[in-house]
């Protein structure tokens, strides 16, 4: 475990104005869900500081403390395929960009950060050649065994060479840019990777979405920048590329945007839609609005950990639903541990048998949650709301209910639906 490092200026335009807007603590690293073994060790986990600074030259909100990435994705728990709602989005990506660019099967899709390969084996069945780029082993290795051609590493120059310059009519980055360190090294290996004619695509979780929404707990190290397009559109100018059309999908990750990028001046700009995004930005991203989501971060927290602790003393079962990356952030920044949740269900296989770092709760088996019958159920996987409730029906016949945590504190039962 090394120690975070610091980072002096802005992320993407330089900048030294950066100014603090929160700070979470101390808290483990989201992903880093623990083994049994560990679990019973009382050494602490890893701790990292996490704050979220706002550059006063570009508007980017960011992280300045950076944990070395290969302590984070170099073995990964995450998998996409692990939601049936992820499965459909990811399916209709494909379809919508093969049809937007009429892919043949000579053409090159690239998936950069291609986890499992979902969105390729997509693509694939459209009859598109595809390559993934995963540096999590354990992903790569799933993905190849599954007939996925990938690359076991960072993309970066490296990458380029392998893949052939202007070699890609397509390429997918979906969750990945929030993460990049060095994001003018990426976008430069993007653009020299990109066909004359090609498209860049990548979906990131909207800042503007994430401050309205209050969904601090998408705030952890993996995520080092938090993007409005203004700053991202900056950033492509840089490096060959234009932002050409942005779509908004408000039920993904609690709202997220596919922007797509390609050379100057091959394709038609959809300036109206990307006028109306920067001008939403302008009032909903700024520093006011930065430090209004911190005052109600600290509201939610409250509200919650009350909710619960009362529940707790009339005696009642409550377990947490889902054991996504941001469950770790939630439980550990409003203190919810094993004296409030039995444990946690999750449908990842990998996560089965290990705790959330830091409040080290059991991640169990969904059959778990259906034995239990919990009086209520803590909804950590928020972002998949409507596929869980409907999922989950007969627990709420029987009188189960789920506590939504945002924008606030919420129970939701057969009757308050
Ligand atoms: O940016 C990232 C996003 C895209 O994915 C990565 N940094 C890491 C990861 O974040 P996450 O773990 O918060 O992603 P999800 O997709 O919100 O995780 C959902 C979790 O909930 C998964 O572990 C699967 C689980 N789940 C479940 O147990 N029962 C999901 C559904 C739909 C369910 O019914």
Same mark, same amino acid.
């Given at each position: 475990?090394?120690?975070?490092?610091?980072?002096?200026? &802005?992320?993407? !335009? %330089?900048?030294?104005? $950066? +100014?603090?807007?929160? #700070?979470?603590?101390?808290?483990?690293?989201?992903?880093? @869900?623990?083994?049994?073994?560990?679990?019973?060790?009382?050494?602490?986990?890893?701790?990292?500081?996490?704050?979220?600074?706002? &550059?006063?030259? !570009? %508007?980017?909100?960011? $992280? +300045?403390?950076?944990? #070395?990435?290969?302590?984070?994705?170099?073995?990964?728990? @995450?998998?996409?395929?692990?939601?049936?709602?992820?499965?459909?989005?990811?399916?209709?990506?494909?379809?919508?960009?093969?049809?937007?660019?009429?892919?043949?099967?000579?053409? $090159?899709?690239?998936?950069?950060?291609?986890?499992?390969?979902?969105?390729?084996?997509? @693509?694939?069945?459209?009859?598109?050649?595809?390559?993934?780029?995963?540096?999590?082993?354990?992903?790569?290795?799933?993905?190849?065994?599954?007939?996925?051609?990938?690359?076991?590493?960072?993309?970066?120059?490296?990458?380029?060479?392998?893949?052939?310059?202007?070699?890609?009519?397509?390429?997918?980055?979906?969750?990945?840019?929030?993460?990049?360190?060095?994001?003018?090294?990426?976008?430069?290996?993007?653009?020299?990777?990109?066909?004359?004619?090609?498209?860049?695509?990548?979906?990131?979780?909207?800042?503007?979405?994430?401050?309205?929404?209050?969904?601090?707990?998408?705030?952890?190290?993996?995520?080092?920048?938090?993007?409005?397009?203004?700053?991202?559109?900056?950033?492509?100018?840089?490096?060959?590329?234009?932002?050409?059309?942005?779509?908004?999908?408000?039920?993904?990750?609690?709202?997220?945007?596919?922007?797509?990028?390609?050379?100057?001046?091959?394709?038609?700009?959809?300036?109206?839609?990307?006028?109306?995004?920067?001008?939403?930005?302008?009032?909903?991203?700024?520093?006011?609005?930065?430090?209004?989501?911190?005052?109600?971060?600290?509201?939610?927290?409250?509200?919650?950990?009350?909710?619960?602790?009362?529940?707790?003393?009339?005696?009642?079962?409550?377990?947490?639903?889902?054991?996504?990356?941001?469950?770790?952030?939630?439980?550990?920044?409003?203190?919810?541990?094993?004296?409030?949740?039995?444990?946690?269900?999750?449908?990842?296989?990998?996560?089965?048998?290990?705790?959330?770092?830091?409040?080290?709760?059991?991640?169990?088996?969904?059959?778990?949650?259906?034995?239990?019958?919990?009086?209520?159920?803590?909804?950590?996987?928020?972002?998949?709301?409507?596929?869980?409730?409907?999922?989950?029906?007969?627990?709420?016949?029987?009188?189960?209910?789920?506590?939504?945590?945002?924008?606030?504190?919420?129970?939701?039962?057969?009757?308050?639906?």
């Amino acid at each position: 475990m090394s120690p975070a490092s610091t980072q002096s200026a &802005c992320r993407t !335009c %330089g900048s030294p104005r $950066l +100014r603090l807007g929160l #700070d979470l603590g101390l808290l483990p690293l989201a992903n880093s @869900f623990l083994p049994p073994q560990r679990a019973v060790d009382p050494t602490p986990e890893p701790r990292y500081p996490l704050r979220v600074f706002y &550059c006063e030259n !570009c %508007g980017l909100i960011q $992280l +300045r403390d950076i944990v #070395d990435m290969r302590e984070m994705y170099d073995d990964y728990a @995450f998998l996409t395929a692990t939601a049936t709602t992820s499965l459909i989005h990811f399916d209709q990506y494909a379809e919508d960009m093969t049809r937007r660019l009429s892919l043949k099967s000579a053409d $090159l899709v690239v998936d950069i950060g291609s986890n499992d390969g979902t969105l390729l084996k997509a @693509f694939r069945r459209r009859g598109t050649t595809v390559l993934g780029v995963e540096p999590a082993r354990n992903l790569a290795n799933q993905a190849m065994a599954e007939g996925v051609p990938t690359l076991n590493e960072y993309f970066g120059p490296d990458t380029v060479e392998r893949i052939g310059t202007h070699g890609a009519r397509l390429i997918t980055a979906n969750n990945v840019v929030s993460h990049v360190q060095d994001l003018n090294g990426f976008m430069e290996s993007v653009s020299n990777t990109l066909a004359s004619e090609g498209i860049f695509a990548f979906e990131v979780p909207w800042v503007v979405d994430v401050l309205r929404h209050y969904n601090f707990d998408i705030i952890y190290h993996e995520h080092l920048s938090y993007f409005g397009f203004k700053s991202l559109s900056d950033l492509l100018g840089r490096h060959d590329l234009e932002l050409i059309d942005l779509q908004h999908f408000p039920l993904i990750h609690g709202g997220s945007f596919r922007g797509l990028a390609a050379h100057p001046r091959t394709f038609p700009r959809q300036s109206d839609t990307i006028t109306r995004v920067f001008q939403d930005e302008k009032t909903g991203a700024d520093f006011a609005t930065l430090n209004e989501f911190a005052y109600r971060v600290h509201d939610i927290r409250r509200r919650l950990l009350e909710l619960l602790q009362d529940l707790k003393r009339k005696g009642k079962k409550i377990v947490g639903y889902g054991a996504p990356a941001k469950a770790t952030i939630l439980l550990n920044y409003c203190s919810i541990d094993r004296s409030i949740l039995d444990f946690v269900t999750d449908t990842t296989p990998l996560k089965q048998g290990r705790f959330v770092p830091g409040v080290r709760i059991p991640i169990v088996h969904p059959d778990e949650f259906r034995k239990a019958k919990a009086d209520y159920a803590l909804l950590l996987a928020w972002n998949f709301k409507d596929e869980i409730l409907k999922k989950e029906q007969e627990y709420l016949r029987s009188g189960g209910q789920f506590i939504i945590p945002f924008p606030e504190p919420l129970i939701l039962g057969q009757n308050s639906r």
